[in-house]
């Protein structure tokens, strides 16, 4: 089973819908879902049917001063390069949303530009993680990304 087709899985995925339909409301986008949970691009954004952007959405259940107690936020690096690629074939930049559940806000990374350039500053390390939200272990690459890029998304 997936991780996110677990309970704990099922909460996080709904969190990142609402996260979606802010960015949504918010930017005049509209959004379409891939169709399997396997794909490494969580939301395509459209504008008048024009690709204007793609995104990685993650919840997590901490505050601001608590991420900012962890001095970056960690990724895989897999999942952000793929990210990137998808920027270079398809001329939008790739974005990274995050919504922060204790302080009901959202925060964004521009990760990769319309040339499928990185514009993130980051440390990748190959490190020990928990493989999905519900635990278990993962010793894989992952991207450390500076918390200096980091906007707060103005609803």
């Known amino acids: 089973m997936l991780g996110c087709e677990s309970e704990k899985g099922r909460k996080h995925i ?7 339909d802010i960015i949504c409301e918010t930017m005049n986008v509209e959004q379409v879902i891939p169709d399997s949970n396997k794909c490494q691009i969580d939301r395509y954004f459209f504008r008048d049917n024009d690709l204007v952007a793609t995104a ?6 901490l505050s601001l001063s ?3 107690n962890f001095g970056s936020y960690l990724i895989t690096f897999k999942k952000i390069n793929t990210g990137r690629a998808f920027s ?3 001329g939008v930049p790739y974005f990274l949303f ?16 319309e ?3 990185f514009v993130v500053d980051m440390e990748i ?3 020990k993680t928990k493989e ?4 278990g272990l993962a010793f894989r690459e992952n991207a450390f990304l500076s918390l200096k890029g980091m906007k707060e998304f103005e609803k």
């Open 66 to 68: 608590e991420l900012r």
């Open 132 to 135: 999905d939200v519900n635990g």
């Open 14 to 20: 709904a969190y990142e819908n609402r996260i979606a």
């Open 125 to 127: 390390s190959t490190t």
């Open 56 to 61: 990685e959405i993650k919840t997590r259940n």
């Open 115 to 117: 040339h499928g350039e």
């Open 98 to 113: 995050v919504g922060l559940i204790k302080e009901k806000k959202i925060y964004y990374w521009k990760v990769a530009d």
């Open 88 to 90: 270079a074939l398809t």
